[in-house]
């Protein structure tokens, strides 16, 4: 087994989940917590999954990241509206020679983790992972768990494979997380935004879940064409997503359990919703290469408004 030291730097639905995994695998991991701290502490993490529920009773939690030795490998498992925090929490638990890796939904966090740390030191992750947290050093691991991993280099060109990258894929393979490593990690996000961009911004503005956007026609086609302009999107930035991708989306959602995305269990938690990085950071991608995704302008917007009204006025 590796010596790798492990932070996490969010111990919630993904960061509880994958950090708790390599613990119980026997890795040195080490986690920042917020508001579960005390509980964590008293009673440690319990996760609950369908690939076995276990407690880790002995948990090395923090709550200031300056009490976190420096390590190896940190985790970013925060929801990106904590991104601001990042400058204050990243460099003190991060060895000279450590990497950062970005387990977060959306796209453009890799260059502003950069700007903290150096383009050299960061890896970014998509989790293919429904879980959520459920009560304070509660998570429920729900379904799936795989993790795509890319190299970031200065303004997303082509990292390849890393042996770093293995090294990490080696370690979250062996606590039974698969991890498949892409070359390429801008076309990676741009994928997993023909998932995120249609599901997470339509539940909250329709007020629905998976099945339901799935089974009625109109809210359906509107999946289809959010799709086609992050389709779109990508080509302008030199990522090719082919139709069967787009297929393999659709089929796979009719197949899901009905599931509610994390942005609308954000939005009825009335917690802010991770807006930018999902869905404005690739909008403004595309506009700078003088691409028009109307629908997705559109969803921008009526996002922005309902996270406002949520936030403010409920
Ligand atoms: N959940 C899922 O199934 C999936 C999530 N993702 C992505 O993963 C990322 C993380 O999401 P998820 O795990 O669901 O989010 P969670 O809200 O479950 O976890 C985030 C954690 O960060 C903690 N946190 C907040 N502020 C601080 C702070 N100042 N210091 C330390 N910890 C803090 C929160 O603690 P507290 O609650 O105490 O504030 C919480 O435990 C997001 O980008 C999401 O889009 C991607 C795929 C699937
Ligand atoms: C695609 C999915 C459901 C998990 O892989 C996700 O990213 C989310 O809930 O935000």
Request: one cysteine or more; charged letters at 20%; proline letters at 5%.
């Amino acid at each position: 087994m590796s010596t790798r030291s492990y932070a996490i730097l969010g111990t919630g639905a993904i960061g509880g989940f994958y950090g708790a995994k390599l613990q119980q695998l026997g890795m040195d991991v080490h986690f920042l917590l917020h508001s579960d701290y005390e509980q964590v502490c008293r009673q440690g993490l319990l996760i609950e999954s369908p690939m076995g529920s276990f407690t880790l009773s002995a948990v090395k939690a923090y709550h200031h990241p300056e009490q976190i030795p420096a390590c190896d490998v940190v985790i970013v498992a925060l929801k990106t509206t904590k991104n601001y925090l990042l400058p204050q929490l990243l460099p003190p638990v991060l060895k000279d020679d450590g990497v950062v890796v970005i387990l977060q939904n959306g796209l453009g966090i890799e260059p502003q983790v950069a700007e903290i740390v150096n383009s050299k030191r960061v890896i970014g992750g998509l989790c293919f992972i429904c879980s959520n947290k459920v009560g304070k050093g509660h998570i429920r691991h729900l379904d799936y768990g795989m993790i795509t991993m890319g190299e970031y280099q200065d303004d997303y060109q082509p990292g390849g494979i890393t042996p770093r990258m293995q090294q990490i894929a080696e370690d979250f393979n062996n606590a039974g997380i698969p991890v498949e490593l892409s070359e390429n990690l801008l076309l990676a996000r741009w994928k997993k935004l023909v998932w995120n961009i249609p599901y997470n911004g339509l539940s909250v503005v329709l007020n629905a879940k998976t099945d339901e956007l799935m089974n009625a026609p109109d809210s359906r086609i509107l999946v289809e064409e959010i799709m086609q302009e992050v389709v779109r999107g990508a080509k302008g930035n030199h990522c090719k997503i082919s139709q069967q991708f787009v297929q393999k989306m659709l089929n796979h959602t009719e197949k899901m359990k009905p599931y509610l995305t994390s942005m609308k269990l954000d939005y009825n938690e009335k917690r802010p919703l991770e807006i930018e990085a999902i869905i404005g950071n690739p909008l403004r991608m595309a506009t700078e290469k003088g691409i028009d995704l109307p629908h997705i302008a559109m969803l921008y917007r009526q996002l922005k408004f309902l996270d406002y009204q949520n936030l403010n006025f409920h």
